[in-house]
């Protein structure tokens, strides 16, 4: 496996939204993490959803320990946290994790109201 990056790529962003217990159901918070990933995508930023990217997989969406361990290998990897504000994001247990672990290792955390990206975001990281 390559270690480091090259000089030319753009950081990373990973987007954590509320999901399991959303209030709208599991379906809403796919689309919504998707629809946010979307706009950021389309503001020129390389960006990582775990929502967005594997709502549809055939495994057990609740099965906590197989998600987690597959999103901290991404968010290691990833240069900044972007938090979607949808309901429930404080009290989710997802992002209460992924949060945690950007602390951790001194990256940036970031927050994102639903359908606005972010000039800073955009000046900084596109």
């Known amino acids: 496996m390559a270690k480091g990056k090259a000089d030319n790529v753009k950081p990373l962003l990973y987007l954590a939204s509320p999901y399991s ?7 809403e918070a796919a689309r919504l993490a998707r629809a946010n ?5 389309s503001a020129g930023l390389n ?3 775990p929502i967005a990217h ?3 997989t055939p495994v057990n969406r609740r099965d906590y320990e197989l998600w987690l361990r597959v999103d901290e ?9 972007l938090v ?8 989710s247990h997802g992002v209460t994790q992924e949060i945690g672990w950007f602390k951790k290792w ?3 955390i970031i927050h994102m109201t639903p359908g606005i990206v972010p000039d800073n975001i955009v000046r900084v990281y596109a």
């Not at 990933?37 to 995508?41: R, V």
């Not at 949808?86 to 009290?91: F, R």
């Open 106 to 108: 001194g990256k940036p």
């Open 84 to 91: 979607l504000l949808l309901e429930g994001w404080d009290t």
């Open 54 to 56: 594997a709502h549809d």
């Open 73 to 81: 290998a991404l968010a290691a990897r990833s240069d900044v946290l």
């Open 21 to 27: 217990k959303f209030p709208g159901g599991l379906d």
């Open 47 to 49: 960006v990582f959803c």
């Open 37 to 41: 990933h979307g706009l950021l995508l």
